[in-house]
T-cell receptor, first 114, second 111 residues
Framework: DAGVIQSPRHEVTEMGQEVTLRCKPI?????LFWYRQTMMRGLELLIY????????DSGMPEDRFSAKMPNASFSTLKIQPSEPRDSAVYFC????????????FGQGTRLTVV | DQQVKQNSPSLSVQEGRISILNCDYT??????FLWYKKYPAEGPTFLIS?????DKNEDGRFTVFLNKSAKHLSLHIVPSQPGDSAVYFC??????????FGKGTRLSVIA
């Protein structure tokens, strides 16, 4: 298995533009997580899905953020409109279950909003 | 409010010596703990875990210790190698909930 695949690896966009981050989880994993890494807050959970259903999106910072998981092999995180303070590294991770097991991370998308 | 705290942002250790990374948590319901390692421009990778029913777990050069009464865990790396230089994240979960991460500690192993 190729592991969790994220695209793009880097994204530079202008303030106000829409940004879509993509993730393909490991086949057979039932849970998918979106995390954001910043210097100030470390790795913070934004939202997670179990069997393609969003379970908890309380970590999503604002309504400008949305996430979908239309099927077991694909998820998106969208920011519309983007702002400079959204600049961070966004990680997608998947695991066999929601908790009590290790999660496998993708390589991340480094987002820069100018 | 940070439930998982890594109070040392960085640590430098000489090659061959022991590296000790520390982590404190506030949620007494956490029952599974993990350490992840992260190199620049890569995602975190799982290193070692421990269940709350144990107080020690060992895997090669890596040992994790859990002190439930103190709500503290630590990762020992012996002997430290230059390739161990990375950011180490402590994580914890409660039952069927996602992992909660600390802010990380940057370890530098000096040759």
């Amino acid at each position: 298995d190729a592991g969790v695949i994220q695209s793009p690896r880097h994204e530079v966009t202008e303030m106000g533009q829409e940004v879509t981050l993509r993730c393909k989880p490991i086949s057979g994993h039932n849970s998918l997580f979106w995390y954001r890494q910043t210097m100030m807050r470390g790795l913070e959970l934004l939202i997670y899905f179990n069997n393609n259903v969003p379970i908890d999106d309380s970590g999503m910072p604002e309504d400008r953020f949305s996430a979908k998981m239309p099927n077991a092999s694909f998820s998106t995180l969208k920011i519309q409109p983007s702002e400079p303070r959204d600049s961070a590294v966004y990680f997608c991770a998947s695991s066999l279950s929601q908790g009590n097991t290790e999660a496998f991370f993708g390589q991340g998308t480094r987002l820069t909003v100018v | 409010d940070q439930q998982v705290k890594q109070n040392s942002p960085s640590l430098s250790v000489q090659e061959g010596r022991i590296s000790i990374l520390n982590c404190d948590y506030t949620n007494s319901m956490f029952d599974y703990f993990l350490w992840y390692k992260k190199y620049p421009a890569e995602g975190p990778t799982f290193l070692i875990s421990i269940s709350s029913i144990k107080d020690k777990n060992e895997d090669g050069r890596f040992t994790v210790f859990l002190n439930k009464s103190a709500k503290h865990l630590s990762l020992h790396i012996v002997p430290s190698q230059p390739g161990d230089s990375a950011v180490y994240f402590c994580a914890a979960s409660e039952g069927n909930t996602p992992l909660v991460f600390g802010k990380g500690t940057r370890l530098s192993v000096i040759a």
